[in-house]
């Protein structure tokens, strides 16, 4: 019987595609570097920073150590404010729906944890999360399986009675690794002809047909 969700954040709960590029843009342009394709940075969202901006620079992880500080600063002080103002249409109202209908909940997010921790404040979402999960608590981050296992098992559910939501290939690919069902979101980061090839379990076009999925695969396996 389904009984947790485990969503992705950036580009699934929160609108902040189009702030990774421009944060990343003006790092790159601080390093003195020519700008990324836009497509090219939005398909590093879920990786974590270290590993997203080395890809983005042409280097390994250890040398875009620069890249990181530039990039964390410049979100605290462009992004972080406005994080309130990003949440989607309707995911407030439809994780506070899910949490009602006895739903546990957790993000689990290519973020640090830190990081992971302070954007969910900021979007006034602690409370209706039973846990926050950042690449930073696990060994291998998305798309191995590590972190969705981790959740998993301090919500204390199965692989069969969770869903996995996310708007990236490494959420999908994650999932299928972990042997949990998936929700591509189409309104996120990767379009959905991209998303299709990780072969969710389902697609949804908006945050409240995430909710009706949830409720209406609850309501079919329920006791």
Same mark, same amino acid.
């Given at each position: 019987?389904? %009984?947790?969700?485990?969503?992705?954040?950036? &580009?699934?709960? $929160? /609108?902040?595609?189009?702030?990774? $590029?421009?944060? =990343?843009?003006?790092?790159?342009? *601080?390093? &003195?570097?020519?700008? *990324? /394709?836009?497509?090219?940075?939005?398909?590093?969202?879920?990786?974590?920073?270290?590993?997203?901006?080395?890809?983005?620079?042409?280097? @390994?992880?250890? !040398?875009?150590?620069?890249?990181?500080?530039?990039?964390?600063?410049?979100?605290?002080?462009? $992004?972080?404010?406005?994080?309130?103002?990003?949440?989607?249409?309707?995911? %407030?109202? @439809?994780?506070?729906?899910?949490?009602?209908? /006895?739903?546990?909940? =957790?993000?689990?997010?290519?973020?640090? +944890?830190?990081?992971?921790?302070?954007?969910?404040?900021?979007? !006034?979402?602690?409370?209706?999360?039973?846990?926050?999960?950042?690449?930073?608590?696990?060994?291998?981050?998305?798309? #191995?399986?590590?972190?969705?296992?981790?959740?998993?098992?301090?919500? &204390?559910? !199965? *692989?069969?009675? #969770?869903?996995? $939501? &996310?708007?990236?290939?490494? /959420?999908?690919?994650?999932?299928?690794?972990?042997?949990?069902?998936?929700?591509?979101?189409?309104?996120?980061? +990767?379009?959905?002809?991209?998303?299709?090839?990780? =072969?969710?379990?389902?697609?949804?076009?908006?945050?409240? +047909?995430?909710?009706?999925? #949830? %409720?209406?695969?609850?309501?079919?396996? @329920?006791?």
């Amino acid at each position: 019987m389904l %009984r947790a969700l485990l969503l992705d954040l950036d &580009g699934t709960l $929160v /609108d902040t595609p189009q702030a990774i $590029v421009d944060v =990343a843009q003006s790092t790159l342009a *601080a390093l &003195g570097l020519p700008s *990324a /394709d836009p497509q090219a940075i939005k398909d590093t969202i879920g990786l974590p920073l270290p590993i997203a901006l080395a890809r983005l620079i042409g280097t @390994g992880p250890a !040398g875009a150590a620069e890249a990181v500080e530039i990039y964390r600063v410049l979100w605290r002080t462009h $992004v972080t404010p406005r994080i309130p103002a990003l949440l989607y249409p309707g995911v %407030r109202e @439809g994780l506070e729906e899910l949490k009602r209908a /006895d739903f546990r909940l =957790a993000v689990v997010t290519g973020k640090a +944890q830190d990081s992971a921790d302070s954007t969910v404040s900021a979007a !006034g979402l602690r409370d209706v999360f039973d846990l926050v999960l950042g690449y930073t608590s696990v060994p291998n981050p998305k798309p #191995a399986p590590d972190i969705a296992l981790l959740a998993l098992d301090r919500l &204390g559910v !199965g *692989a069969a009675d #969770a869903i996995i $939501v &996310g708007d990236s290939t490494h /959420d999908l690919e994650m999932a299928q690794r972990a042997g949990i069902r998936s929700v591509a979101v189409t309104y996120g980061a +990767q379009p959905e002809v991209v998303l299709l090839s990780a =072969a969710p379990t389902w697609v949804a076009h908006s945050f409240p +047909q995430v909710v009706r999925i #949830a %409720r209406r695969v609850a309501s079919l396996e @329920g006791p």
